[in-house]
């Protein structure tokens, strides 16, 4: 009986809520609309409805923040920890504690020495090129400054172009044109009877290095037998990532009872010298220029030379190695005069120049080292290199010692 009067009196508790919830909810809506009416007489309703949507819209920002809090990045967060965590190997050990790979460097080799410069161009382009480039050096160029310039090692620079450098880094000179490779490594002119397996050894690369660089134009399918290959006679192979060994200029020294001097006189004669590099008697030609402008070798209008043909400013070039003995100004219609004495009785003597790079005493190492430049200094009607030779003190027709 007592259940029955308990589920009784819980029944009615329930209605009496339910009735007044009924009745309380007239009285607020009377309530707002009231509100309402007065918030309209007293003309603010447009702001209590912009404040109202700026409400309701940081609530629901709220509510979504919180969602997303509670039920998805939870979940996110509980697979990292059963996985170990996206930074947990990071975690593991203290900053101080990390220990870098070993650095194996690089092993030193012989080549050029270089310092850092600040001006180099560190956004050079990076894209892949097979073609060679055609680079004229102007003034203030260093072989350095070239490689730096093209993203190249400056041992590249010189092995790619021994036809005009002769491994000699100071050898160039404004308005030379150098070839730039798209990488570095090194150039064969191919040798009748090479075979590909001795060449490659040689430059230090395999023959799939040679064969398969794009600029050799060479293929498996055309090579044939790689101790006898189909390549050409002359036809520059480059090697990329090769090396070779340079030459060695460093000639010999002479020492003799008979002092090294010179048989013209003038502001430019030097004291005599009693050593220094002797010649190979393979003579280079003197300039860039390879034409007769103006006298021949003709001793019988007292022409003792050639006079060569070119432009102000052109390269003069030793013709051997051997030791200066004049060096400067000569008043005998010389002008400007170098004059070299390459032992074993040979001189040679370069007239007319704009301008002297070396002095007295100075040794020249080898043929091909440049000594000045082109002019028109003295008895002179224009720009042209007076070249003379002698040997045992006598003048020779120069033509007869170059295998034209």
């Known amino acids: 009986m007592d259940e029955n009067i308990t589920s009784h009196d819980v029944h009615e508790t ?34 209590v409805s912009r404040i109202g949507t700026i409400f309701l819209t940081v609530l629901m920002v709220g509510l979504i923040v919180w969602v997303m809090k509670t039920f998805f990045l939870k979940e996110e967060q509980v697979a990292e920890s059963a996985s170990g965590g996206l930074y947990a190997s990071t975690e593991m050990a203290d900053s101080s504690e990390l220990v870098l790979p070993a650095y194996e ?47 190249l090692e400056p041992e590249t620079i010189l092995w790619c172009n021994y036809d005009a450098l002769l491994d000699n880094p100071a ?79 460093s000639a010999a020294l002479f020492r003799r009872d008979d002092a090294a001097t010179s048989r013209i006189l003038g502001a430019g004669h030097c004291d005599a ?47 051997d190695a051997g030791v200066i003995v004049y060096a400067g100004w000569n008043d005998w219609g010389y002008g400007n005069v170098v004059v070299i004495d390459h032992g074993n009785g040979w001189q040679t003597l370069y007239a007319h120049l704009s301008e002297v790079y070396v002095n007295c005493g100075d040794f020249i190492s080898f043929g091909g080292q440049l000594i000045g430049t082109m002019g028109s200094t003295g008895n002179s009607s224009g720009p042209h290199l007076h070249y003379e030779m002698s040997y045992n003190g006598d003048r020779v027709n120069p033509h007869k010692y170059y295998p034209y």
Do not use: C, M
């Open 14 to 47: 329930q209605e009496i809520d339910k009735q007044k919830q009924v009745e309380e909810t007239p009285h607020l809506l009377t309530l707002w609309d009231t509100f309402w009416k007065r918030v309209q007489k007293i003309g603010l309703h447009d702001v």
């Open 273 to 319: 010298v009693y050593s220094g590099p002797i010649g190979t008697e393979a003579f280079v030609w003197p300039t860039s220029a390879t034409y007769i402008s103006g006298y021949e070798y003709t001793p019988e209008l007292n022409h003792w030379g050639i006079d060569i043909g070119g432009d102000l400013g052109n390269p003069i070039y030793a013709a």
């Open 105 to 151: 460097g690089v092993s030193p080799v012989e080549g050029i020495s270089r310092s850092v410069d600040i001006n180099t161009n560190v956004d050079a382009p990076t894209q892949s090129r097979y073609d060679v480039i055609d680079y004229e050096v102007v003034a203030g160029d260093t072989l350095i400054g070239i490689a730096e310039k093209f993203g």
């Open 171 to 249: 050898a160039i000179y404004p308005g030379q044109v150098l070839k730039i490779y798209p990488t570095d490594g090194t150039v064969y002119r191919w040798v009748e009877g090479d075979g590909l397996n001795g060449v490659s050894e040689g430059l230090h690369v395999t023959p799939a290095d040679i064969i398969e660089w794009p600029g050799n134009n060479l293929s498996y399918e055309t090579i044939g037998d790689y101790s006898n290959p189909n390549i050409e006679p002359g036809t520059l192979i480059f090697a990329p990532g090769g090396s070779r060994s340079y030459v060695d200029w």
